[in-house]
């Protein structure tokens, strides 16, 4: 869906499926078995920054962000996505997260954002810190600090520890509970999109609770 200056309603879409059948202890050594993840995550998040610097600049005096960039940067949130829908933003899926900056279309957690063709010139100058502080509150909340990609404790990592022991003693991770997590989840990276001038859509203050975006698939350019 689009609106009539032709930009995506929801241009950030977060979708990611329960896998089944999951293990009932491996989430016990999932931070072990993710340290090359982690330190590859550390450089990227420096070139991240980096990047959204350029991007800053380009769009001020454009309007435009740069399209090498802003598949850099996706690349980057599609990893973190991948990397915390393993371990303790979601314990969603025991497959490994791949090296990657791409898609990765088979993977259990999926984050497309459309490119935008345009982007307010003025509005750079604010979205990123003045208009985003009601969300840094709440997703300060969700995450409880803001380490790699914004996965680090807070309610997000509660949420999947009672999913874990439960997975742990029952071997059924709750479908409800899923749903609320992924929501929080896709919270936080319609956030992270619009702080990093990738979109000019301001993110609802709203938990589509659902492993899916609510109005079903939709292309992005």
Do not use: C
């Not at 380009?58 to 980057?76: E, K, M, S």
């Not at 990609?149 to 949420?159: E, I, N, S």
């Amino acid at each position: 869906m689009t609106t009539l200056a032709g930009v995506p309603e929801r241009p950030v879409r977060v979708n990611a499926v329960l896998d089944a059948p999951l293990s009932r202890w491996l989430w016990l050594v999932k931070w072990i078995l993710l340290v090359p993840h982690y330190v590859v995550l550390f450089f990227l998040w420096i070139a991240f920054t980096v990047v959204s610097v350029i991007a800053f600049f380009a769009i001020l005096f454009t309007g435009r962000y740069p399209r090498t960039l802003f598949d850099f940067n996706l690349g980057v949130l599609r990893w973190s996505w991948r990397v915390a829908f393993y371990s303790y933003g979601a314990l969603g899926t025991d497959r490994y997260p791949p090296f990657s900056l791409g898609e990765e279309p088979d993977y259990s957690a999926r984050l497309d954002i459309a490119y935008p063709e345009q982007l307010s010139r003025g509005l750079v100058l604010v979205k990123w810190w003045l208009l985003a502080i009601p969300h840094y509150i709440v997703i300060g909340f969700f995450l409880g600090g803001w380490h790699l990609g914004w996965w680090a404790g807070g309610l997000v990592a509660v949420l999947a520890l009672i999913a874990a022991v439960t997975l742990a003693f029952t071997e059924t991770y709750p479908k409800d509970l899923f749903d609320l997590i992924v929501g929080l989840n896709r919270w936080v990276l319609r956030v992270a999109a619009y702080t990093a001038l990738m979109t000019d859509v301001y993110p609802p203050f709203r938990l589509d609770l659902s492993g899916t975006e609510p109005d079903g698939p939709e292309e992005l350019s």
